[in-house]
């Protein structure tokens, strides 16, 4: 637990000497070394996403067309989204559960190691596919990440071809790690953790990895379709030849509000770590934590709809998703209440991680409630497909998913390298982060509110000054971000030696476990409080 526990499955039965250099990181079945590589990877990602972003916030900075014609800006829209949900914030958090999930619970590895190799390298990969894609003549995937049909089946790109395939790879890796954290977390915990005993980022991780098992076979089916739709003449989504375009947006969104979910389980997870520990109290409703946790997972199955209310579904249809999403948000009240009380008369201190925690606890509500606003469906159809809908999922995806990463990133790193970071330089990234992140995304409601379309390269002049602040934000926090690289890279190369409680008076669950020995080897269970 201390960085210093040596795997086993490294070492070819004794014969020969473990791989170096890059051999060491191509054929490790080592947990933290395959959690290192996801969360550089998930960087990586994060950064070519940025990128794009930056390139339709440049175009969308003035009214009319400067710099990108509408086709590549089409296709900035819909590979920014696919990178970060699927490149970025999804491998961060199964870096993140490598990691700390064998650590939390007493194992001395993940379950399956080998797979676990194989599912981060066959990431890389997939991006390559997908980024290459935007060089084949005709140009990219261009029909936003949601890729509705038609718009995927009649009038895509040559290389539509590639974007299925890619989507396939990804889903095959997640399918994978969720496998692994399930039989970790069943089979491996050390002798006295019973289940209530859990920490609670095992929990999130655990139901989340449920969840993916769930969604990620109904992803592929919707992209095998629009595949053959393309490619061999089925009309799955063709109404020509007896299909319905409606019914590919039942099966995407089938897939893509659960997992919406899987992308902040996870966050809830390392919340429930953070704010403990820097208010040196024990976090409040553990138990209603994970029921909430559950109810979340259970509910994300019946308000997919709420995506299509604009597609003239029955009244009833329309009132039973309205209902449904509105009761979704009873259980993350709950946590959000559980959090503020776990605060309420603590020993607060506000290192790095806490700064990070509170800004999730502010700016996620924002995303709470603008989203309990479009649930309501006379209002959605005012608010659907424009930018407040854009405002939305940021706040809940970069304020809540991303700002978590980076929370735990900082929360973690001493662990990680035996170093601690930067606390000047983390602030600095963080007030930049915070500031930058507002003026970028909550000038988007306004904009929405006045009718703004999203997806659109050129708008009406009306919307020019707003726009102009939003883009000024973009660059100030993709800018910020670079801070955060400073950060890490200091922190890997040294810095003053990490305590072995690297946060005094701490009372986070997962350092009152000893350091396992070898899972078969197990004589005494550890002390668990």
Not at 259 to 273: N, R, T
Not at 308 to 336: H, Q, R, W
Request: aromatic share 16%; hydrophobic share 50%; with cysteine.
């Amino acid at each position: 637990m201390d960085g210093s526990l040596q795997d086993d499955h490294n070492h070819d039965d004794g014969h020969h000497a473990p791989p170096s250099g890059i051999m060491r990181w191509l054929l490790t079945t080592n947990h933290k070394d395959i959690g290192t590589l996801y969360l550089w990877f998930s960087f990586i990602m994060f950064l070519t996403g940025g990128l794009m972003a930056m390139v339709i916030r440049a175009e969308l900075f003035q009214p009319g067309l400067q710099l990108v014609d509408p086709n590549f800006f089409n296709q900035m829209t819909t590979v920014h989204g696919l990178v970060m949900v699927f490149g970025a914030v999804m491998p961060a958090f199964t870096g993140l559960a490598n990691w700390m999930i064998p650590m939390m619970i007493g194992a001395p590895d993940m379950a399956l190691p080998r797979m676990n190799n194989w599912s981060f390298w066959i990431l890389p990969f997939a991006f390559i596919i997908l980024l290459s894609s935007l060089f084949m003549e005709g140009g990219g995937p261009n029909f936003g990440w949601t890729f509705y049909a038609p718009l995927s089946t009649e009038y895509s790109p040559d290389s539509t071809a590639l974007f299925v395939f890619s989507i396939h790879i990804m889903g095959i890796s997640s399918i994978m790690g969720a496998i692994n954290v399930i039989v970790t977390v069943i089979n491996m915990r050390a002798p006295g953790m019973t289940w209530m005993k859990l920490p609670l980022f095992a929990w999130t991780w655990l139901i989340t990895a449920f969840l993916l098992i769930a969604v990620m076979p109904v992803l592929a089916g919707a992209v095998t379709m629009v595949l053959t739709d393309k490619y061999f003449g089925t009309s799955f989504f063709e109404a020509a030849g007896g299909g319905d375009p409606v019914m590919f947006q039942h099966i995407f969104w089938f897939f893509g509000h659960p997992e919406v979910y899987i992308m902040i389980l996870p966050s809830f997870g390392i919340m429930s770590a953070i704010i403990p520990t820097f208010s040196r109290k024990k976090l409040f409703g553990y138990s209603s934590m994970v029921y909430a946790t559950a109810s979340i997972a259970i509910l994300s199955f019946l308000v997919w709809a709420h995506h299509m209310f604009t597609t003239g579904m029955p009244v009833f249809a329309e009132l039973f998703f309205m209902y449904c999403t509105m009761l979704i948000s009873v259980p993350t009240g709950v946590k959000i209440f559980n959090w503020v009380a776990t605060m309420w008369k603590g020993s607060l201190t506000f290192e790095t991680p806490m700064l990070f925690a509170i800004s999730f606890l502010v700016l996620f509500t924002i995303g709470g409630f603008s989203g309990l606003m479009l649930a309501i469906t006379p209002a959605d159809f005012q608010y659907h497909d424009t930018y407040f809908v854009v405002a939305h999922f940021h706040y809940v995806l970069v304020t809540g998913a991303i700002f978590t990463i980076m929370a735990a990133v900082y929360y973690w790193i001493p662990k990680w390298t035996g170093h601690m970071y930067n606390e000047r330089l983390g602030k600095l990234h963080f007030w930049c982060s915070v500031i930058s992140v507002n003026i970028l995304f909550f000038p988007m409601h306004f904009l929405g509110l006045a009718g703004m379309p999203r997806r659109i390269p050129d708008y009406a002049i009306q919307f020019a000054d707003v726009n102009q602040i939003v883009s000024i934000g973009g660059f100030a926090f993709g800018l910020s971000q670079l801070i955060f690289l400073v950060v890490v890279i200091k922190c890997i190369r040294g810095g003053e030696k990490a305590p072995a409680k690297p946060w005094e008076g701490a009372e986070g669950l997962e350092w009152e476990i000893p350091s396992p020995a070898p899972y078969h080897s197990f004589t005494t269970p550890p002390v668990i409080k």
